[in-house]
């Protein structure tokens, strides 16, 4: 028998969950036609479409006209980000304002954009992990295409002041777009009215399936077509529908929405539980403020230790974890993350992302308490850098 092993890296992907997968199913076998069709199995299809499309919007809070399904998170923000760029030029606005601390698919796309002419302010984030709102403030200007800040932090998942900075942008009259991939299904969220006009989205974080996502584009934004072609999405995001993943995608933000304050009152006890006991630890600290967080990300770096040694060994434990985001692995470079809340190359190198979901059980944790420390004391025993930690306490 396989070993069980306890998943704690919920930031990362989610298990798909019943509900999707059986709403799914149909659409897999029998319900196959096109969307675009007009005989029986064709709307059958469409009908699956639409109704996944009310159910996102009366999750978020919108229209149903305002949701344009995408094939993932990084599209939606590649999308919304070079879409809104673009249309500010034609208006001459070429500045973009965004946080030091993204999502790659955030700061890569920001990056090609500098490579085409505009200007990007990458805002500092404070030691809690929350963007400095005096640099927002200095900013943030007329001159702006679009403003990008993240929802929640992926890697620390902090929670940033969403609407503060919107309303600043809807008075400025500049485009504002936040990465809520972290936050949809874990937090409460209300579009309209919200001066949010663009919210980019991902079915894999809240247990629908991979490889689907959504923009929502508030009614009145015009953002160029992402692809040209058929006239699905309105034209705007042309090819045939994954309707299946579309599907399981509505009803696992339907099933998270209706059951969010448990999960999240579930989750933070477990949360506080793993946060204290990793705490007891010497030399460990939480990256991230400790209240303004998503309910099941704990955060921490344990002086003289590698990260990457650390997941090797939980591995071994059947411990499912990551040092920082999956974007970087394989690679070296300490997390860009939690180098932006001040921490020296050697401490983010010594870091730990658990990430929980409402399955995680308290029996797990309490595991996760047993094998930490013990993997943490073990890895310093043999560190030249512990050695050099604990001698100049003396
Ligand atoms: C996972 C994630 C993405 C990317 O979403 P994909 O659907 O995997 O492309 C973007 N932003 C944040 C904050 C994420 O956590």
Redesign the pocket.
């Known amino acids: 028998m396989a070993k069980q092993v306890i998943y704690l890296d919920n ?3 989610t298990a798909v969950s019943k509900t999707a997968l059986e709403a799914m199913l149909p659409y897999l076998a029998e319900q196959y036609g096109n969307p675009s069709s007009v005989y029986s199995v064709g709307r059958e299809a469409k009908a699956g479409l639409e109704k996944a499309r009310e159910q996102m919007a009366k999750a978020l809070g919108c229209n149903p006209r305002e949701i344009y399904f995408c ?7 590649n999308w919304a980000i070079k879409g809104a760029a673009y249309a500010g030029r034609k208006k001459g606005k070429t500045k973009i304002v965004t946080s030091c601390f ?5 700061l890569h796309t920001c990056k090609a954009l500098e490579k085409e002419g505009f200007e990007v302010v990458y805002l500092p984030v404070d030691a809690e992990g929350i963007v400095c709102m005096d640099a927002f403030y200095e900013a943030v200007d007329e001159t702006c295409a679009v403003v990008s800040v ?5 890697e620390i998942g902090t929670i940033q002041p969403i609407g503060e900075m919107a309303a600043y942008c809807k008075e400025k009259k500049v485009l504002f777009h936040t ?4 936050a949809v299904g874990h937090l409460p969220i209300h579009l309209q009215g919200s001066g949010i006009d663009l919210l ?1 989205l ?4 809240f247990h629908a399936p ?4 959504a923009l929502y584009i508030r009614g009145g934004v015009l953002l160029p077509n992402l692809i040209e072609g058929g006239a699905q999405e309105r034209s705007r995001r042309a090819g045939t529908e994954n309707v299946a993943g579309i599907v399981g995608m509505g009803a696992a933000l339907t099933e998270a929405v209706a059951s969010m304050e448990e999960n999240s009152s579930k989750m933070k006890k477990l949360q506080d539980k793993l946060i204290d006991g990793l705490l007891q630890i010497e030399h460990t600290r939480l990256n991230g403020s400790r209240t303004k967080r998503l309910p099941g990300n704990a955060n921490v770096s344990f002086e003289g230790i590698e990260g990457e040694s650390l997941l090797l060994m939980l591995d071994m434990n059947g411990i499912c974890a990551s040092s920082g ?2 974007c970087t692995s394989g690679s070296l470079d300490p997390s860009h993350v939690l180098l932006s809340i001040g921490l020296t190359h050697e401490v983010a190198h010594g870091s730990l992302r658990l990430s929980l979901s409402e399955n995680t059980t308290e029996e797990e944790i309490d595991r996760v308490l047993e094998v930490v420390p013990q993997v943490v004391e073990r890895l310093r025993s043999m560190s030249p850098l512990w050695e050099k930690i604990k001698n100049s306490e003396n």
Not at 150 to 154: E, K, R, V
Not at 179 to 182: I, L
Request: glycine share 14%.
């Open positions: 930031a990362a992907t094939g993932c998170g990084s599209e939606a923000d993204e999502h790659h698919a955030v993240m929802y929640a932090n992926n990465d809520a991939v972290q980019s991902s079915g894999h974080k991979k490889g689907v996502g985001s999956a």
